[in-house]
């Protein structure tokens, strides 16, 4: 045990560094969201200056390019293998299961999340289910 803590004394760690910018952004975009909402709810004026963050925080290249890809008909998803563009119409036109795995969207994926982002992206998850056996309803008849 003091070898081990003797090992551990000589080691020479960095200082604490900075959370990754895409992190931090990511959070404050939300924390703003939250602010402007509960303002809107309470009826009082949003300060001018929440939304132009919001708004440089929101207009990255990474947002700027996705919707762009968006605007010619097309989705950028986050796969395995990296970023990869798609058609939106055909990719609609899978079976729910490869448009729901291509989307990070599985049931046992989206409850092995330890985010909180779990309760919205089941809630997509079934929703995507459901509207995809209405349409099949639909077609049918």
């Excluded at 947002?63 to 055909?90: D, H, M, P, S, Y």
């Excluded at 409850?111 to 209405?134: D, E, G, P």
Aim: aromatic share 4%; glycine share 4%; net charge neutral.
């Amino acid at each position: 045990m003091s070898k081990q803590n003797n090992i551990i004394e000589q080691l020479e760690l960095p200082p604490l560094g900075l959370k990754p910018r895409r992190l931090h952004d990511a959070g404050r975009i939300k924390d703003i969201v939250s602010a402007i909402n509960r303002y809107r709810e309470a009826k009082l004026e949003i300060p001018k200056e929440w939304t132009e963050e919001y708004n440089d925080l929101v207009n990255t290249p990474m947002i700027v390019t996705i919707q762009g890809e968006l605007k010619a008909g097309n989705i950028v998803i986050n796969t395995i293998e990296g970023l990869r563009t798609c058609n939106i119409e055909e990719l609609v036109k899978q079976h729910i299961d490869g448009l729901l795995y291509d989307l990070n969207l599985t049931e046992p994926e989206i409850l092995a999340s330890k985010s909180l982002n779990l309760i919205n992206n089941y809630a997509i998850f079934n929703v995507i289910k459901l509207l995809h056996k209405k349409c099949n309803e639909v077609k049918r008849k």
